[in-house]
Each structure stands twice: as C-alpha cells, then as structure tokens.
C-alpha cells in the first residue's frame, strides 16, 4: 500500500524568499505524484504531477517538483514566494494498476511574511 | 471544465441520524473518493469506486458506507451520525488513466457538524 509523509506541518518563509516543502512517499513501483493546493475556504487545485520522463515537472503558479527515485522524494520548489502563496499545500500518490486508489499526505501550511 | 458538485456546503445533523453526503461529475468519470479532511490529519480516504456498483475501502471506512448506482453519481452514508463525524467531506473523481489513477478533482466540499 503507498502512503505519504510530510513532515514539514508549518512552515513560514517570507515575501520573495524561496520555498521548498517537502514531501516523501512510499510506494513498491513508480507512483504517481501530484501537489495540490488549499486556499482558505477553497478546494483543492492541482499544482502539478508527476507520472514519468522528465524528473524535474513545472506547475502552474510558477512551482515545480522534482522526483527522486532514490530518496522516495518530491518535494516542491519555488524560486520567489508571494504573499498569495499562503495556504495549504498537500502531496499526494496515485497507485498504477487496479487498485486506483489516491492517498494524501497530512499537509503542510504555508504562511508568507510581508 | 470538469464539474464536481457536492449536494451541501454546511450541514448540521443530530447524534444518531442517517446521513446521506451527494457527490456528482459531469465528466463520466470512472473513478470516485470520498475523504474527510481533519486538521493536521490531511485527507484520508473513506471509501472509493473504481465503476458502478463497485467499491473498495479506504483507510477509515468504519461507520461509514456508500452507494454508486449510476455512473456520475457516488453517495457517503453515515449510518448513524457520531460527533466524532464532525469533519469537513471532499468527494473526487477521476478520468481513467493507463494502468492508474490521473489528475483528480474535488468538489467544493461539505462541512458536517452533528450534535
């Protein structure tokens, strides 16, 4: 069964510094590997996904992530963070074959200093 | 645009209630979730369906089951409402993917207190 661990619960950069959450998973093959975001009062968005080739993926609003075999890894990136970044940002894993199933890490809070 | 609709927004229901959440799609997606979102707990899975009449159990699918009758519609039962079933309620699906799951979409979700 895959699973999902972000260890980072919150965490506080400040306006135009960069940001990297991180994100590890577990899983017996290659996973899937999505970042969703959560803004107060709203759904979750896809940031972006991984599902094979390149290893370093562009999202939308300027994200990336980049996949490690090695570590079990995908943690994401931004090179300059804006104060509308604040929210809520889950990594999550997709099994490949049948069973279909989509499990999500606990989910790290991003709060942007002015 | 898909369109994932969740019948509620807010609901209050009394200990001991039937409680049916409603999802659908407008997208003929095979795949359905329904997961509750608890602070510094993330999303954890219910229950999902893979197609209709079909399901499988999440992580934390006691006292809780479901009902996919037709295609775009995938329902969450809370045979009898505890308190401890406060929480907020994501319903998602997805398109087929090869070999996998692929992008989901979520719903608005529905916040259920019970009393």
């Known amino acids: 069964a895959q699973s999902v661990t972000q260890p980072d619960i919150h965490i506080t950069v400040s306006e135009g510094a960069s940001l990297e959450l991180r994100c590890n998973y577990s899983y017996g093959a290659t996973p899937y590997l999505f970042w969703y975001v959560q803004s107060p009062g709203q759904g979750l968005q896809l940031l972006l996904k991984?599902?094979?080739?390149?290893?370093l993926v562009q999202g939308i609003k300027g994200f990336e992530a980049e996949f490690k075999r090695s570590q079990s890894s995908f943690n994401l990136r931004k090179p300059s963070v804006h104060w509308s970044d604040a929210a809520e940002y889950f990594c999550?894993?997709?099994?490949?074959?049948?069973?279909?199933?989509?499990?999500f890490g606990t989910g790290t809070l991003l709060a942007v200093q002015p | 645009d898909v369109k994932v609709t969740q019948s509620s927004r807010y609901l209050v229901k009394r200990t001991g209630e039937k409680v049916f959440l409603e999802c659908v799609q407008d997208m003929d997606h095979e795949n359905m979730f329904w997961y509750r979102q608890d602070p510094g707990l993330g999303l954890r899975l219910i229950y999902f369906?893979?197609?209709?009449?079909?399901?499988e159990k999440g992580d934390i699918p006691e006292g809780y089951s479901v009902s996919r009758e037709k295609k775009e519609r995938f329902s969450l039962i809370l045979e009898s409402a505890s308190t401890n079933q406060t929480s907020m309620y994501l319903c998602a699906s997805t398109p087929p993917g090869t070999g996998g799951i692929t992008e989901a979409f979520f719903g608005q979700g529905t916040r259920l207190t019970v009393v």
């Open positions: 999550a894993v997709g099994a490949r074959g049948a069973t279909n199933k989509l499990i």
């Open positions: 369906s893979y197609d209709v009449k079909m399901k």
């Open positions: 991984y599902f094979s080739g390149d290893t």
